[in-house]
């Protein structure tokens, strides 16, 4: 058995929870629909929230199958088996084709179990790096500086210069290769801050593609708007693995076998997560801070989301469980800041968050003094299962992300208690530290236990751009959701509205086209630190990475403010069994 499958074969209990302890069933998401009225001047990001199902809801069984005509270990033996098979073939057919390995990498990413062929693709990606200007089709020169720029590896935007007229514009004959310039618009999603090419071919090959839709046959329709609508770059490949199931044609042997493969693996995942999921609301419930604290969110499934977009590997179950207790923590506190505190006692919940010391609590009302113990000795027993596993105590990194974000929510709520809004730059600077991101990376990086050094620590602690610009993307995410509605009261305090009062006679449509646009600019920072030698893993920027296309589905509100997307990608990778 291959190495990954027997990791996976370890951390996969097939064995689902015991029927004393509840599970969340598909009905529950209904409760999606509606978003939370909080205050109006709202602090969003990862501490906002809409209703979701609560650890003591009724709930329905999990889609378990109790009757098995193969036994889990056949399953496995076979699982392996067929993953040992692809891999030969991976290799094989990069050897003789360099295309088509490349579309079988591609294949294999946008099903999102590359995590079982990082080797094989590794190789075959350090190979590519000797042609990659040496091709004249749109398609293929296209693919492979997407994929090698996805794997860390700067290719030059002048690669496209072959595909320019004299004017220095890109073709009008390309207009007929659709193909080309599915590949071109996904390559043009790679860019970064000052490469203009990049840009011009994202507003070349987008044009050209959204005229198409209306003289293309429902099935090329279909993928073309996908293409559109979500890039493979900024588009979470657990969300969209359905879709390429769908749309993709097998005219060859090697994507039957990838399929089949992918499928055994999403049952597989499936039932891991729900097993994770029962673990989270046993130990939310268990903490009791549902029965003490009455006003807070009773939610750990929309935390446990974050956890299970973020680390895909199916390896990190621990890791999930455990990055879901601090995300839970966020939306606790937020809860405190947003819905119940007053001015004066969030000033001295600040204070004794900054101090860290448990007597530092004596003078806080009683519902902050359960919340700091309970955040207290989550803190500690965490900093306690990092030191045990990797030899390195994270305790006062942990500290310094948790007084930052007690130090941004005050800064928050004493703007919304003088009725002052801030300046836009202000806003987002200091919504970067409030949306709750950087106290989420910050966990998960000591949870990798990877590359864990008095460099990549120092660095961690002054939020690099690998964190700030996620942050950024969440809080313009969100904001341009709460800028929908123009007429609701009092200051919301979201960048729309910050910079509206900031730049007199600016219409909101204005303001948002900035908004989009400052979105645009944080991804080319993001795809930068791609490119950048940075003492970070991969696995963290991957989770990154993840953590910023997870946001669109977190925070696209419909007209009835309800999150369709979110409600689907739950019943995907929670609830769906994939036929075999």
Same mark, same amino acid.
Request: proline share 3%; aromatic share 10%.
């Given at each position: 058995?291959?190495?990954?499958?027997?990791?996976?074969?370890?951390?996969?209990?097939? +064995?689902?929870?015991?029927?004393?302890?509840?599970?969340?069933?598909?009905?529950?998401?209904?409760?999606?629909?509606?978003?939370? +009225?909080?205050?109006?001047?709202?602090?969003?990001?990862?501490?906002?929230?809409?209703?979701?199902?609560?650890?003591?809801?009724?709930?329905?069984?999990?889609?378990?199958?109790?009757?098995?005509?193969?036994?889990?270990?056949?399953?496995?033996?076979?699982?392996?088996?067929? =993953?040992?098979?692809?891999?030969?073939?991976?290799?094989?057919?990069?050897? @003789?084709?360099?295309?088509?390995?490349?579309?079988?990498?591609?294949?294999?990413?946008?099903?999102?179990?590359?995590?079982?062929?990082?080797?094989?693709?590794?190789?075959?990606?350090?190979?590519?790096?000797?042609?990659?200007?040496?091709?004249?089709?749109?398609?293929?020169?296209?693919?492979?500086?997407? @994929?090698?720029?996805?794997?860390?590896?700067?290719?030059?935007?002048?690669?496209?210069?072959?595909?320019?007229?004299?004017?220095?514009?890109?073709?009008?004959?390309?207009?007929?290769?659709?193909?080309?310039?599915?590949?071109?618009?996904?390559?043009?999603?790679?860019?970064?801050?000052? $490469?203009?090419?990049?840009?011009?071919?994202?507003?070349?090959?987008?044009?050209?593609?959204?005229?198409?839709?209306?003289?293309?046959?429902?099935?090329?329709?279909?993928?073309?708007?996908?293409?559109?609508?979500?890039?493979?770059?900024?588009?979470?490949?657990?969300?969209?693995?359905?879709?390429?199931?769908?749309?993709?044609?097998?005219?060859?042997?090697?994507?039957?076998? @990838?399929?089949?493969?992918?499928?055994?693996?999403?049952?597989?995942?499936?039932?891991?997560?729900?097993?994770?999921?029962?673990?989270?609301?046993?130990?939310?419930?268990?903490?009791?801070?549902?029965?003490?604290?009455?006003?807070?969110?009773?939610?750990?499934?929309?935390?446990?989301?974050?956890?299970?977009?973020?680390?895909? &590997?199916?390896? =990190?179950?621990?890791?999930?469980?455990?990055?879901?207790?601090?995300?839970?923590?966020?939306?606790?506190?937020?809860?405190?800041?947003?819905?119940?505190?007053?001015?004066?006692?969030?000033?001295?919940?600040?204070?004794?968050?900054?101090?860290?010391?448990?007597?530092?609590?004596?003078?806080?009302?009683?519902?902050?003094?359960?919340?700091?113990?309970? =955040?207290?000795?989550?803190?500690? $027993?965490?900093?306690?299962?990092?030191?045990?596993?990797?030899?390195?105590?994270?305790?006062?990194?942990?500290?310094?992300?948790?007084?930052?974000?007690?130090?941004?929510?005050?800064?928050?709520?004493?703007?919304?208690?003088?009725?002052?809004?801030?300046?836009?730059?202000?806003?987002?600077?200091?919504?970067?530290?409030?949306?709750?991101?950087?106290?989420?990376?910050?966990?998960?990086?000591?949870?990798?236990?990877?590359?864990?050094?008095?460099?990549?620590?120092?660095?961690?602690? $002054?939020?690099?751009?690998?964190?700030?610009?996620?942050?950024?993307?969440?809080?313009?995410?969100?904001?341009?959701?709460?800028?929908?509605?123009?007429?609701?009261?009092?200051? &919301?305090?979201?960048?729309?509205?910050?910079?509206?009062?900031?730049?007199?006679?600016?219409?909101?449509?204005?303001?948002?086209?900035?908004?989009?646009?400052?979105?645009?600019?944080?991804?080319?920072?993001?795809?930068?630190?791609?490119?950048?030698?940075?003492?970070?893993?991969?696995?963290?920027?991957?989770?990154?990475?993840?953590?910023?296309?997870?946001?669109?589905?977190?925070?696209?509100?419909?007209?009835?403010?309800?999150?369709?997307?979110?409600?689907?990608?739950?019943?995907?990778?929670?609830?769906?069994?994939?036929?075999?």
């Amino acid at each position: 058995m291959a190495s990954s499958s027997w990791a996976f074969f370890k951390v996969f209990n097939p +064995q689902i929870a015991p029927k004393s302890i509840s599970h969340i069933g598909q009905s529950d998401l209904m409760q999606l629909t509606h978003k939370k +009225q909080l205050p109006t001047f709202q602090r969003r990001g990862i501490a906002e929230d809409s209703l979701l199902p609560s650890s003591t809801t009724p709930i329905k069984a999990m889609n378990v199958e109790t009757k098995h005509t193969r036994t889990m270990g056949d399953i496995f033996v076979q699982h392996s088996q067929k =993953l040992e098979l692809f891999r030969n073939v991976l290799r094989n057919v990069a050897e @003789l084709d360099a295309l088509e390995g490349l579309n079988m990498i591609d294949a294999v990413q946008r099903l999102g179990i590359d995590y079982h062929f990082q080797r094989e693709i590794d190789e075959i990606l350090h190979k590519q790096m000797g042609i990659v200007s040496a091709c004249d089709d749109l398609y293929d020169v296209a693919l492979r500086f997407r @994929l090698l720029r996805q794997h860390g590896y700067f290719v030059p935007e002048d690669v496209f210069n072959n595909f320019k007229d004299s004017k220095g514009t890109f073709k009008q004959v390309l207009g007929e290769d659709i193909k080309g310039l599915m590949s071109l618009y996904e390559a043009s999603q790679l860019g970064t801050e000052g $490469e203009d090419t990049l840009v011009e071919a994202e507003k070349f090959s987008g044009h050209l593609l959204k005229t198409s839709l209306s003289h293309l046959d429902h099935h090329r329709a279909r993928i073309v708007g996908n293409t559109l609508r979500n890039p493979h770059h900024k588009s979470l490949a657990s969300f969209m693995a359905r879709n390429f199931f769908v749309t993709s044609q097998a005219t060859n042997s090697w994507l039957n076998l @990838l399929k089949e493969v992918a499928k055994t693996d999403f049952n597989m995942v499936r039932s891991l997560h729900q097993k994770e999921i029962v673990q989270i609301s046993k130990w939310w419930k268990e903490l009791g801070l549902v029965k003490e604290l009455k006003f807070a969110r009773d939610q750990p499934l929309k935390w446990y989301t974050w956890s299970m977009a973020g680390l895909t &590997d199916p390896k =990190l179950s621990e890791e999930r469980v455990e990055l879901t207790k601090p995300i839970s923590f966020v939306y606790l506190i937020d809860d405190i800041f947003d819905v119940y505190g007053t001015l004066d006692d969030l000033i001295l919940f600040t204070e004794a968050v900054n101090r860290w010391e448990i007597t530092a609590i004596d003078h806080l009302p009683d519902y902050m003094k359960i919340c700091f113990k309970a =955040l207290y000795d989550m803190t500690n $027993e965490f900093s306690c299962k990092v030191y045990q596993k990797h030899g390195w105590n994270p305790l006062r990194s942990l500290k310094i992300s948790w007084a930052s974000l007690c130090n941004a929510f005050l800064v928050e709520a004493k703007w919304f208690a003088s009725g002052q809004l801030p300046k836009s730059e202000e806003y987002l600077k200091n919504g970067i530290v409030s949306s709750g991101v950087n106290v989420g990376l910050v966990h998960m990086f000591f949870l990798l236990g990877q590359n864990i050094t008095r460099k990549s620590v120092e660095l961690l602690n $002054e939020t690099p751009a690998m964190i700030s610009s996620s942050a950024a993307i969440l809080r313009l995410w969100d904001d341009l959701g709460s800028a929908k509605d123009e007429n609701q009261d009092g200051n &919301d305090g979201s960048y729309v509205r910050c910079y509206l009062e900031e730049h007199e006679g600016c219409s909101i449509e204005e303001a948002r086209e900035k908004t989009i646009n400052m979105i645009s600019d944080e991804w080319k920072k993001l795809n930068r630190e791609l490119l950048t030698p940075n003492p970070f893993p991969a696995t963290f920027t991957l989770a990154s990475l993840n953590l910023a296309r997870m946001i669109p589905l977190m925070y696209s509100y419909d007209g009835n403010q309800s999150l369709p997307s979110l409600k689907e990608y739950m019943k995907l990778m929670l609830y769906e069994t994939v036929s075999m």
